[in-house]
């Protein structure tokens, strides 16, 4: 039994920790390339959003290399993503791979039995710690990023934060123990730490919102928050996997850590409407009122939640006087454009700012 | 004066209108329906839309700005779901939030969370549509008994055969009749959102289309609900949009009823979750070789001309299959 699961980010690692403990074979898709890109449209229906494309493109590329078992989430609406597996399964399906689909949905105990059947005869206290080691690694990795969204802005070497991060990122990765993995967060945070770093700059805050899939997966995004760190921007982001993750845990669905998002959102958005929505709008809110100097709204082409955070991002922007850039990504999107209008929202945040600054004066 | 109740003539309007509008009627509200969609009202609601998504969507917003300065309420139910296990696509929940933030001068929006068909609405969500205009909790609660038999009628004329706009025409009082049986002629399904289907503006009208070219129309909703039920278990994971159940149960009903001869699906542009489901009944068709199946992506600028040109082929495949058999 080979396992793969689609990217989504850093959370490979997640899935990758838990199954190498169970004693699992695990072939992880290779990284998303445009080939993933190609491949995933050309077999996906023509209007379906963005990451449903994507992840088809990762299962086909890890079916080749020899998988032969997928793991899917398959939530239960009202957006599109619970769908996905089923819909994936039967483009497969016709393609002629031959494999077996596990789906875990909020169904718990189902979902138990089959983690169970996955774990070999591993007891309960094994799975449990390969849950815990698989959370704490990607917990690691996200501290990582974290850190490099921090630092970048200040770096002297345009590059060497992503140098110093890609190298975090491959030493984490290679541990699969506990005592390991402390040594690895010892040298990678030294590492980052070590980038030589000009202190006197004075760096525009952005907040990045937006759908999960593509805020989290830098390809996807053409590297939104890379770019935006190197044109000397500090990068903040209410989107991380973990989050994501323990939200999807019944008990933490109300009171996890997206509490204060949703509250902060509640005066714009009654109701949950599925997907990021209401953490797009949560999150720019808290932004604007924490003197940020703008947003940056990354959305999928066709996203339903999006479009609706959009259209209400449109007040929040007027009442709480935040310049918002919205990037609708497709197939399609090209660096250069993208790259154009990143320089042109920072060039205007950089002016709005200096206004200010003479204004209070 | 009555109080003015405005229903936009858009979106599950042509699901619910006859329930909600004798739920308002009996407790002495006037409710104001706007006009059918037009190119002039859509090109209103257009010029205020912020991004891009499917015509439905778009048109709702004409429909509010020609209703905002005839009405003292806007009933735009915030709706989460409307039967159980199944919700709506997002941009249903979310509507009434964006229709304030980006028209901030409308009339009070009647936002209730409505959850009917299977066990009724909920009571409180009853009395909060009706409170603003009795007090009464008794008053509303007949009211609202009054308009769920009224509803009732309603589908029931529909699941005898004519269209959910037949249906509320009879229901206002307008003579319809009937369309002929005419031995031999084409029965054809149509299925999709039945805000886009039905709406003449958005599908170009093409029921009245396909009766000129001599079919008898079929739609899902005269499909008894446990039939779609049951031919929607055989997906590998339950359907949970309330009209994408609708749809590809149905649509697998047709392709299994030798008295259809063609079917069609009608999609809206950028629909997030017909995108899906188109998959899945393409999947279906293609391997159905007595059925003739089409798929119609529309937006706002599908022309008429194209509109037949594709029916006429599609009528002549299906004579084509007819004469070989
Ligand atoms: S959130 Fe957006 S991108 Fe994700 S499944 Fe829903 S529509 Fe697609
Ligand atoms: S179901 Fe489709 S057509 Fe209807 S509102 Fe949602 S996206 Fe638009």
């Known amino acids: ?361 | 004066m009555a109080i003015k109740v405005g229903i936009p003539r858009a979106l599950l309007y042509y699901r619910f209108y006859p329930l909600w509008k004798t739920f308002f009627t009996e407790l002495g509200a006037e409710v104001i329906v706007s006009e059918p969609t037009t190119q002039e009202i859509f090109k209103k609601g257009l010029k205020k839309f912020v991004g891009d998504t499917c015509l439905p969507i778009k048109m709702v917003f004409g429909h509010v700005i020609t209703l905002a300065d005839k009405v003292d309420y806007l009933f735009i139910p915030r709706l989460v779901s409307i039967e159980r296990d199944t919700c709506l696509c997002p941009h249903f929940a979310g509507l009434p939030d964006v229709l304030c933030a980006i028209m901030p001068d409308l009339p009070p929006i009647l936002d209730i969370h409505f959850n009917v068909r299977k066990k009724g609405a909920t009571m409180k969500s009853i009395y909060e549509a009706g409170k603003r205009f009795n007090k009464n909790p008794f008053k509303v609660y007949r009211a609202y008994q009054k308009a769920q038999r009224e509803y009732e009628k309603f589908l029931k004329r529909i699941k005898d055969g004519i269209t959910p706009q037949e249906a509320i025409k009879i229901f206002d009082g307008e003579e319809v009749s009937p369309p002929e049986k005419k031995k031999g002629g084409l029965n054809i399904a149509l299925i999709g959102n039945p805000y886009t289907v039905y709406d003449s503006f958005s599908s170009l009208d093409i029921i009245q289309r396909l009766r000129k070219l001599g079919a008898r129309i079929y739609t899902s909703e005269m499909i008894p609900d446990e039939i779609i039920e049951e031919k929607v278990r055989t997906l590998s994971k339950k359907i949970y949009w309330s009209f994408g159940k609708e749809t590809v149960g149905s649509a697998f009903h047709f392709l299994d009823s030798p008295e259809i001869d063609g079917l069609i699906y009608i999609i809206s542009f950028e629909c997030g979750p017909d995108s899906l489901l188109k998959e899945i009944v393409d999947d279906k068709a293609r391997k159905n070789k007595r059925v003739a199946y089409m798929s119609l992506v529309i937006d706002e600028h599908t022309g008429e001309t194209g509109m037949d040109t594709r029916l006429d082929a599609f009528i002549e495949m299906i004579k084509r299959r007819r004469a070989k058999k």
Not at chain 1, 32 to 60: D, H, M, Q
Not at chain 1, 193 to 213: A, D, H, M, Q
Not at chain 1, 232 to 257: K, Q
């Open chain 1, 1 to 361: 039994m080979k396992i793969t699961f689609p990217h989504m980010g850093t959370i490979g690692i997640l899935g990758e920790a838990i199954f190498k403990r169970f004693g699992r074979e695990v072939i992880l898709p290779p990284k998303t390339s445009k080939r993933t890109l190609t491949l995933g449209s050309r077999y996906s229906p023509e209007f379906a959003c963005l990451p449903l494309k994507v992840t088809l493109g990762n299962l086909i590329e890890a079916l080749e290399n020899g998988a032969d078992t997928i793991l899917m989430l398959a939530a239960s609406g009202p957006c599109r993503f619970g769908y996905y597996a089923t819909l994936q399964n039967l483009i497969l399906k016709n393609l002629d791979y031959e494999y077996e689909l596990i789906t875990l949905d909020y169904n718990m105990p189902n979902n138990l039995r089959k983690l169970k059947r996955l774990a070999k005869r591993k007891n309960c206290f094994q799975i449990g710690e390969a849950f815990r080691f698989g959370f704490l690694k990607l917990l690691t990795m996200e501290k990582m990023e974290r850190l490099a969204h921090r630092i970048r802005p200040y770096e002297i070497k345009k590059g060497s934060t992503t140098k110093a991060y890609e190298e975090t990122s491959r030493i984490i990765r290679r541990t699969f123990s506990f005592k390991k993995l402390r040594q690895a967060r010892r040298k990678a945070t030294s590492l980052l730490r070590g980038v030589s770093l000009n202190r006197t700059r004075n760096p525009l805050k952005i907040g990045v919102v937006g759908e999960t899939y593509t805020v989290l997966e830098p390809y996807v995004n053409l590297e939104v928050e890379r770019k935006l760190g190197e044109m000397g921007c500090e990068i903040h982001r209410p989107v991380w996997a973990t989050d994501y993750i323990i939200s999807m845990l019944p008990i933490f669905n109300r009171w996890g850590p997206r509490r204060k998002y949703r509250k902060a959102a509640r005066p714009y958005l009654k109701q949950e409407v599925g997907g990021e929505c209401i953490v797009s709008i949560g999150g720019t809110v808290l932004y604007a009122r924490g003197g940020f100097d703008g947003i940056v709204h990354i959305a999928p082409f066709t996203c339903l939640p999006e479009i609706v955070a959009q259209g209400i991002l449109s007040k929040v922007k007027k009442e709480l006087n935040i310049p918002i850039l919205t990037l609708v990504l497709d197939e399609h999107t090209a660096q250069a454009g993208l790259v154009t209008r990143l320089e042109a929202f920072v060039d205007l945040l950089e002016r709005r700012r200096n206004k200010k600054v003479i204004g209070d004066r």
